[in-house]
């Protein structure tokens, strides 16, 4: 008597809360994307709301030069929208067993955590190295006896820089020398912002390769989706196929229906081509442009070599000039890092493309040997045909009746089996 009347509500109450769920976990993927960001964390294979958050802090990046810490949505979900919970009735291209939103984003979270807790362990792990440092014949300690050295060789390397600026003092006015440090002090501020730009210019860079290899990541997972399409159209037409070559002689239906999957088969095979061709040529346009990357890193390198001389013989100057040399100097060794990586990461990506056109040559051959295949079958196909109107005609010329009543007859007797 109370109970309700349509479960509508219920329905849009569970498609609002999926929704709201699925937002909860895109933002908590998208945290995860900031932080690999951040790490400079490089992966070959993720899931698609892992790569698609990714992709949308790449873009952030590259438009504003800054990525917020939490996902910014768009819209609010609304209460009287479609969602899983819907009832609809299922059409013939609809695949029974696809994910929801919410399953693909829960299974993303589920393979990011656990791949953030390998790499928590691996970072704790062994955390702490005990090294003796003593010598085993002499019982003395290596590294207090290099300290001292050390000490020394500073301590020398001072007193005789202490005596040069005494000497070019006597030599020198004090306002002479005051001069001098600013124009020094000045070229060191211009040189510290050019440095800067370089840097900026390299992060950008640096973007821009990831969202690169992002867009590889999407075409190989829409690769290995088309080929598992041919896969499953394979494993539905072979039957097909069988059952056809079973019934060609007795029903010429049957015949038109291998014709028509033939030219199906074919229209993908050659799209496959073309797909093949595209994914080609976009890899040697990246190709190009991983080219023109290393030509400015080689730029960018002898700059900072001719840099790096200017201020080697300017350093014995004066020793105001020290700490910032230091600074110059940590600055071009973090450079180097950055360029040896990209340079391996250069020539991981040189490795995968050859692994790539390596896997379209088999493929190639593939549909060629496929094409053959299709051809012969056609070939079957019209033998068949001849034969069935030479076994007519022969029908005719010992009954006298004609060939139509024999085909009836093989065909009744082909739709009592299939019955």
């Excluded at 001069?179 to 860079?205: D, G, N, P, Y």
């Excluded at 997972?221 to 896969?231: A, G, H, S, Y």
């Excluded at 994914?279 to 730029?299: N, P, S």
């Amino acid at each position: 008597e109370h109970g309700l009347a349509s479960v509508d509500p219920l329905v849009a109450l569970l498609n609002y809360w999926d929704k709201v769920v699925t937002h909860t976990l895109s933002g908590i993927l998208f945290q995860k994307a900031v932080l690999d960001w951040d790490l400079k964390n490089e992966r070959d294979f993720a899931d698609g709301p892992t790569v698609e958050m990714a992709e949308k802090v790449v873009n952030l990046f590259s438009k504003t030069e800054s990525v917020p810490a939490k996902l910014r949505l768009q819209e609010l979900p609304k209460a009287l929208e479609a969602g899983p919970f819907t009832f609809a009735a299922q059409g013939k291209g609809d695949v029974p067993n696809s994910l929801t939103p919410l399953q693909r984003s829960l299974i993303a979270v589920m393979h990011e955590i656990d791949s953030l807790d390998k790499g928590l362990r691996h970072m704790k792990f062994a955390e702490r190295v005990h090294i003796d440092l003593r010598n085993k014949s002499t019982g003395a300690d290596s590294a207090v006896e290099e300290l001292r050295k050390e000490f020394v060789k500073w301590s020398d390397k001072c007193v005789e820089l202490q005596e040069s600026l005494r000497g070019r003092k006597h030599r020198k006015t004090a306002g002479g020398m005051e001069k001098e440090a600013e124009k020094l002090s000045s070229k060191i501020a211009e040189k510290e912002q050019t440095i800067k730009e370089k840097v900026t210019a390299l992060h950008k860079l640096e973007g821009d390769w990831q969202s690169l290899k992002y867009d590889m990541i999407n075409q190989r997972r829409e690769k290995n989706e088309l080929q598992d399409k041919i896969n499953r159209m394979s494993k539905e037409n072979v039957p097909m196929l069988e059952k056809m070559k079973l019934l060609l002689g007795r029903s010429q239906q049957a015949v038109e229906q291998l014709v028509s999957d033939a030219a199906v088969l074919s229209e993908t095979y050659r799209q496959q081509v073309q797909e093949n061709a595209k994914i080609g040529a976009e890899t040697e346009k990246m190709a190009r442009e991983i080219l023109a990357v290393q030509a400015q890193l080689k730029e960018e390198r002898r700059l900072r070599i001719v840099k790096e001389e200017a201020v080697t013989k300017k350093e014995s100057m004066y020793l105001r000039t020290m700490a910032a040399r230091r600074c110059i100097q940590e600055s071009c060794t973090q450079q180097d890092s950055t360029i040896a990586e990209m340079d391996g990461r250069t020539q991981k990506q040189d490795e995968e493309i050859l692994e790539m056109r390596q896997a379209m040559e088999v493929k190639n051959a593939e549909i060629a040997k496929m094409c053959d295949e299709l051809h012969r079958a056609r070939k079957r196909s019209e033998e068949l045909r001849q034969q069935q109107a030479a076994c007519a005609r022969e029908y005719e010329a010992i009954t006298g009746l004609p060939g139509d009543r024999l085909l009836d007859r093989f065909r009744q007797a082909a739709d009592a089996w299939t019955l």
